[in-house]
C-alpha cells in the first residue's frame, strides 16, 4: 500500500523522463555514437493524452512536440456534461427510451432489488450506487466507443414493439457491455475495490485511486433532463472516496 504514494500524474511524468534518457542512451550506444538526440514527440488519448501535454510543459527540452487527444486537462469534481453529452449523442429517441428505462429501474429497485440485479448479472453490487454507475458506464460505452447502433437499435425496436425494455437493457449489458466490451461487473463492487490483497484484480483500484485523489470527474446525474439515474450524485462517490482515499493515500 505504501506505493500508492508514487501513483500521480507528477509521478508519472518524471518515470517518463527517466525512461525516455535510458532509451536515448541505449540507442546511442547500440548505434555506436556519443551525445545524440533523435526527435521525440509524445502524444496520448484522455489520461495519458494529459500527459502528454503535460510533458511538453514540463520537460520542453526532452519532446519536440506532443499531440494530447481528448486530454483530461482540466479537473471537473461534478461532471456533469459528461450525462448531457450521452443524451446528445444518443438523439431523441434513444434518449427517451434510455430515460424510460432508468425510471423503470429505479422503481424496480425499491421493491424487487434482488431480482433486478441478478437480471443484469450484477448480484454482487450490494451497494446500489455501485449497481448505478454500472448502468450508466454500460449505457455510455455505445457512444464513447463509437456503437451507438448496439445500444439503441434494439432498444428502440424494443419499445416500438411494446415489450419489456429492462430486460432489453439487461441482454445488452449482459452480451454487449460484459460479453463483447470486456467489462468485469467485480470492478464497480467497492467491497472489491477494498481489498488490499495483491492479485490479477488488484489493478482495478488504481485508475480510482487517481479519481479520487487527483483527476476527479466523478460522472454525475445533472439536475434535470438526465439519462443516467438521479441517484448518481456525490453521496456514493464520496462512499468510495472514503474507500479508497481515507483508507489507503499514504501520508506524508
Known amino acids: 500500500m505504501e506505493n500508492l504514494k508514487y501513483l500521480s500524474s507528477k509521478q508519472a511524468l518524471f518515470d517518463l523522463a527517466v525512461f525516455r534518457q535510458w532509451y536515448q542512451e541505449s540507442l546511442n550506444l547500440k548505434r555506436n555514437r556519443t551525445g545524440a538526440e533523435n526527435a521525440w514527440f509524445v502524444f496520448g488519448v484522455s489520461y495519458s493524452g494529459a500527459l502528454s501535454a503535460w510533458f511538453r510543459l514540463k520537460f520542453p527540452h526532452l519532446t519536440c512536440g506532443s499531440l494530447a487527444s481528448s486530454a483530461v486537462v482540466l479537473a471537473v469534481y461534478n461532471y456533469t456534461d459528461y450525462d448531457k453529452q450521452v443524451g446528445e449523442s444518443a438523439g431523441p429517441e434513444c434518449k427517451a427510451v434510455l430515460q424510460e428505462i432508468t425510471e423503470l429501474v429505479d422503481r424496480s429497485l425499491e421493491t424487487n432489488k434482488k431480482e433486478l440485479k441478478k437480471q443484469f448479472g450484477a448480484a454482487e453490487l450490494d451497494i446500489d450506487g455501485d449497481f448505478f454507475y454500472f448502468l450508466a458506464d454500460a449505457a455510455v460505452v455505445a457512444f464513447q466507443y463509437g456503437h ?90 464520496r462512499s468510495l472516496q472514503e474507500c479508497l482515499w481515507r483508507r489507503h493515500l499514504p501520508r506524508g
Not at 425496436?157 to 449489458?173: E, H, N, P, S
Open 148 to 237: 451507438p447502433d448496439a445500444l439503441c437499435t434494439p432498444l428502440v425496436d424494443t419499445k416500438k414493439a411494446g415489450m419489456d425494455l429492462v430486460a432489453a437493457y439487461a441482454k445488452y449489458v449482459k452480451e454487449y457491455f460484459v460479453g463483447t466490451f470486456g467489462v468485469s461487473v467485480e470492478t464497480y463492487n467497492q467491497k472489491h475495490l477494498k481489498n488490499t490483497a495483491v492479485n490479477e484484480g488488484s489493478s482495478d483500484r488504481l485508475w480510482w485511486f487517481q479519481v479520487c485523489t487527483e483527476v476527479a470527474y466523478f460522472q454525475v446525474a445533472p439536475s434535470n433532463d438526465t439519462v443516467r439515474s438521479s441517484k448518481i450524485d456525490t453521496i456514493p462517490l
